[in-house]
């Protein structure tokens, strides 16, 4: 038997294990009632708290074959990888084409006019909208583990588990520099969420309920959250898991255990609870994966994208209902 290095064997053999059971699994978007492809129209009486009402309404849900590893929303368009395919879909999950990648588990997906970008827990893969495979790096650190990324003007900010900081490199792969946090990331498991809107990047620090905001040149600018059940904290062990920005600033973050999807001002103060574990699946604990577009949130769990849109009477009755800001997510 060959004898490897312990970085390659953690490369080749961890990622498989922590990503669960994705072996021949399809990546074909279905519904699981009709074998058209087109998606269930979900209920718009989704169970919820007594004492919250979300501002948005459930409006389609639809199943893949396999786990969900990365999608994104950009131009009208979803992207969803499993099982080593990418599928574009239209916002209400009408497939409009699919291609293979490269053989390995996706941590994390981000897409642009100029091309797909995927993460792996040690590379950057980059395909063309039409499937060609562009570019690809390796992480700069040795036993890397890649949780998450954002782009932001001609950078690319990589979260990495193991070495407790963000790698930031060129669109090209080219490694410009390492940030870490004056706090010290605290990041127990695969909950590295990072994000950008105005010049500014937020990044969880799971481990201490935070989330840390830094400018684009890696200059630590501050931190908001603390532990705590209630609404405007994040609760339980590793929160927040996911991170999403609306274009005009607003966080948005998701959370496991008593999953939830809430709203926080770019200056962290907290805005409002969106979506509850109720509307989000009250069968299971993991964070919903999050993306903003317009008057539509996008969750992706398991093996289900569920789309919810904005509603201005829910929102005059709901969770928005004191809140004057005149934000991105009002967009109707």
């Given amino acids: 038997m060959e ?12 990622p498989v294990v922590t990503g669960g059971t994705i072996v ?3 990546g074909v978007m279905i519904n699981k009632n009709q074998m058209n492809g087109n998606p269930t129209p979900a209920s718009g009486e989704l169970p919820q708290n007594e004492d919250f009402v979300s501002p948005y309404k459930p409006i389609v849900v639809f199943t893949s074959q396999g786990n969900i590893e990365a999608f994104e929303q950009h131009d009208d368009r979803l992207y969803v990888v499993s099982e080593n395919k990418l599928t574009v879909m239209d916002d209400y999950g009408k497939t409009l084409s699919r291609f293979g990648i490269k053989e390995g588990l996706t941590r994390d997906m981000a897409v642009d006019s100029d091309g797909i970008y995927l993460l792996r827990p040690a590379s950057v893969l980059v395909y063309s909208h039409s499937g060609e495979l562009l570019r690809e790096w390796n992480a700069c650190s040795e036993l890397s583990d890649y949780c998450s990324f954002t782009l932001a003007g001609d950078s ?7 070495n407790k900081n963000i790698c930031k490199y060129t669109r090209e792969g080219a490694f410009v520099r390492f940030i870490s946090s004056p706090n010290r990331f605290i990041i127990p498991s695969l909950t590295f969420g990072i994000a950008y809107a105005n010049g500014k990047l937020y990044c969880s620090n799971s481990g201490r309920h935070q989330v840390e905001i830094y400018s ?3 200059e630590y600018e501050g931190k908001f959250g603390a532990a705590g059940g209630q609404q405007g904290y994040f609760c339980g062990c590793c929160n927040p898991v996911y991170l999403a920005c609306t274009p005009t600033g607003e966080i948005i973050t998701s959370e496991k255990g008593n999953p939830r999807i809430s709203c926080y ?5 907290f805005r409002s609870l969106l979506l509850n574990s109720k509307m989000l699946d ?3 604990t993991a964070a919903s994966k999050v993306k903003v577009a317009g008057d539509k949130l996008f969750t992706a769990g398991k093996d289900k994208v569920r789309v919810y849109e904005y509603d201005p009477q829910l929102a005059t009755v709901g969770a928005c209902g004191g809140c004057g800001v005149d934000c991105g997510l009002r967009k109707v």
Avoid: H, Q, Y
Avoid at 3 to 14: A, D, E, G, Y
């Fill in 3 to 14: 004898n490897i290095s312990r970085k390659k064997f953690l490369r080749t053999f961890v």
């Fill in 24 to 26: 021949g699994v399809s």
């Fill in 156 to 162: 690319v900010f990589v979260t990495d588990r193991d």
């Fill in 216 to 218: 684009i040149d890696g």
């Fill in 265 to 269: 001002g770019g200056d962290g103060k």
């Fill in 282 to 284: 009250a069968e299971n």
